[in-house]
Antibody, heavy 115, light 111 residues
Framework: QLLESGGDLVQPGRSLRLSCVASGFIFDTYTMSWVRQNPAKGLEWVAVIDNYGDIRYHADSVKDRFSISRDNSKNTLYLQMNSLRVEDTALYYC??????????WGQGTLVTVSS | EVVLTQSPGTMSLSPGERVTLSCRGSQTLDTRYVAWYQQKPGRAPRLLIYGTSNRATGISGRFSGSGSGTDFTLTISRLESEDFAIYYCQHFGRDNSPRYSFGQGTRLEMK
């Protein structure tokens, strides 16, 4: 199970941190990712992190503003989002990654950026 | 960056029909990393097919995937009422960094 939290209504330019608590599998053996979805852009990959937390990549649209991290001792994945923009409005999913595909998805947490 | 184009955007079908959904890449896709997902209203996407033709755990044998090069398909052999949903294709590639691309989706609606 993947349980996201932290979504909220925030003003442009503000920050937010999303969390995802994992259970039911050995968290520290899986690459994890954040994927977002909104009606305008559809599904969009945001960031990925390897099982150790050493290797991280971010989509160009969020690079230098968002940062993915994990705490394996807490079975938790994070997404720190800074300098939020209206176009970051979306449902953010925490996803288990295997061989380049998204094998298991949480139910999502809604981020709304609006003044 | 690879762009995935799914066609058609919407299909109106009846239960029991066979349907084939298309996903075309803007360049050759790696068959190891082509996947299909199903999404129902208010729900997260669910993995159906990975590696072009491998069914994910618990997925009905009515679903099958195939393809090579730039053209990939998802086939549902006999539509059931629970199959009416949106279907997305996805590809993983690498240049200097990982690239995950999604198609825009095909909606199956009941006629």
């Amino acid at each position: 199970q993947l349980l996201e939290s932290g979504g909220d209504l925030v003003q442009p330019g503000r920050s937010l941190r999303l969390s995802c608590v994992a259970s039911g599998f050995i968290f520290d053996t899986y690459t994890m990712s954040w994927v977002r979805q909104n009606p305008a852009k559809g599904l969009e990959w945001v960031a990925v992190i390897d099982n150790y937390g050493d290797i991280r990549y971010h989509a160009d649209s969020v690079k230098d503003r968002f940062s993915i991290s994990r705490d394996n001792s807490k079975n938790t994945l994070y997404l720190q989002m800074n300098s939020l923009r209206v176009e970051d409005t979306a449902l953010y999913y925490c996803v288990q990654v295997l061989n380049g595909n998204f094998h298991f998805w949480g139910q999502g947490t809604l981020v709304t950026v609006s003044s | 960056e690879v762009v995935l184009t799914q066609s058609p955007g919407t299909m109106s079908l009846s239960p029991g029909e066979r349907v084939t959904l298309s996903c075309r890449g803007s360049q050759t896709l790696d068959t190891r990393y082509v996947a299909w997902y199903q999404q129902k209203p208010g729900r997260a996407p669910r993995l159906l097919i990975y590696g072009t033709s491998n069914r994910a755990t618990g997925i009905s044998g009515r679903f099958s995937g195939s393809g090579s090069g730039t053209d990939f398909t998802l086939t549902i052999s006999r539509l059931e009422s629970e199959d009416f949903a949106i279907y997305y294709c996805q590809h993983f590639g690498r240049d200097n960094s990982p690239r995950y691309s999604f198609g825009q989706g095909t909606r199956l609606e009941m006629k």
